[in-house]
């Protein structure tokens, strides 16, 4: 059983994660509401599935990690690791003088992009999920 008061303080300060879990949790009891069994309830982040904006936005890199920019705000949400597959854990970047961004989870990574499909984010390769598959 959950410890509520340890839990309270364990995200006392992470508004913003507990808010999009709780979003996130709420959207898919809303998408699984209909469906009839319980098989294939979790899938993968695809393209189709996320608004062009955020398809515009998004990219992901070979071992399903993360990273979507903030409109407007010149930040990154990192997400490491693939948390359909295993834990995951999420972090917030702000710009400190390009391409260094400064991240909430206390790491300086550099920013580096080749073309409109690739960036680089901290050694870590990324693709655009707004990409066509033929594009390189």
Not at 13 to 27: E, F, G, N, P
Request: with cysteine; aromatic share 10%; net charge positive.
């Amino acid at each position: 059983m959950l410890d509520r008061p340890s839990l309270a303080t364990a995200y006392f300060r992470q508004a913003d994660l507990v808010t999009a879990y709780a979003t996130a949790m709420a959207r898919f009891r809303l998408q699984l509401a209909g469906r009839a069994g319980e098989n294939n309830l979790a899938v993968p982040l695809e393209p189709l599935l996320l608004r062009a904006e955020f398809r515009a936005r998004t990219w992901r890199s070979a071992d399903g990690s993360l990273l979507q920019g903030f409109a407007g705000k010149g930040g990154f949400r990192l997400t490491i690791g693939n948390c359909l597959a295993r834990i995951c854990a999420a972090s917030e970047c702000s710009d400190a003088g390009w391409p260094v961004y400064a991240c909430s989870d206390g790491g300086k990574r550099k920013m580096s992009v080749t073309d409109f499909v690739t960036a680089n984010f901290g050694g870590v390769s990324y693709r655009r999920l707004s990409a066509s598959p033929s594009q390189e």
